[in-house]
């Protein structure tokens, strides 16, 4: 790289459809208006916003459309595309402020069935590696994303505890393949519209983009 400048990163962004208790999931909405949010404001030359999915809030039943996301990104990567992200949006419906996880730990417990009828309860995500303590965490500087992001003025926090939950689900699997195939996760809880409103949370997913790249 050297004088060349910055590489090229390609970020991929995923959030979750509604579920028990949310009937409107932020992250669905923030997903899918993302493309043309960033088109209009301008990203960084050297980020690409690649695909944007929204899935099923659902754990064994969502991986299908999980992996095929992450399988992309290095798709992408061997035929000469850049470092390759992922991103993934969940909602924390009592959280007043965005957190950004630094780790997920091998644990299915819901609190509630998923979308999809599942109800683990302290059983690994992936059994083959070891017992339900395992952590797994983020390559990201979540402290410094964190002190940037509050620079330009948002209420953000690090967080270590990404629930038992789907979103934890998600982002074990997500951080497990980032490890195996050189690239890099983030899992990011935002509150309710109510909370925060939907413009604000917009432009903090722009400033995170801009933060990674």
């Not at 979308?115 to 070891?130: F, N």
């Not at 604000?200 to 933060?211: D, G, K, Y």
């Amino acid at each position: 790289m050297g004088s060349e400048g910055p590489s090229v990163v390609t970020v991929h962004v995923t959030g979750f459809k509604k579920f028990h208790g949310v009937a409107e999931n932020p992250t669905e909405k923030i997903v899918t208006n993302l493309k043309s949010f960033v088109e209009k404001k301008g990203l960084p030359k050297n980020l690409v916003l690649g695909s944007c999915t929204v899935l099923e809030t659902a754990g064994q039943g969502a991986l299908g459309t999980l992996y095929k996301v992450l399988e992309s990104s290095i798709a992408e990567r061997e035929n000469g595309s850049s470092a390759q992200g992922q991103i993934h949006f969940g909602v924390n419906s009592g959280a007043t402020r965005f957190a950004l996880e630094n780790q997920a730990v091998n644990e299915a417990t819901f609190r509630c069935p998923d979308e999809l009828g599942w109800k683990p309860q302290r059983a690994p995500i992936v059994p083959s590696d070891g017992g339900i303590s395992r952590t797994r965490e983020t390559t990201l500087p979540v402290n410094e994303l964190t002190k940037s992001l509050r620079k330009t003025g948002y209420d953000v926090m690090p967080s270590d505890d990404a629930g038992r939950f789907v979103c934890n689900y998600v982002y074990y699997h997500s951080l497990r393949f980032a490890e195996q195939h050189g690239i890099k996760s983030l899992f990011v809880h935002v509150p309710l519209f109510l909370t925060i409103d939907e413009e604000v949370q917009m432009h903090f997913v722009a400033s995170l983009l801009e933060a990674l790249s």
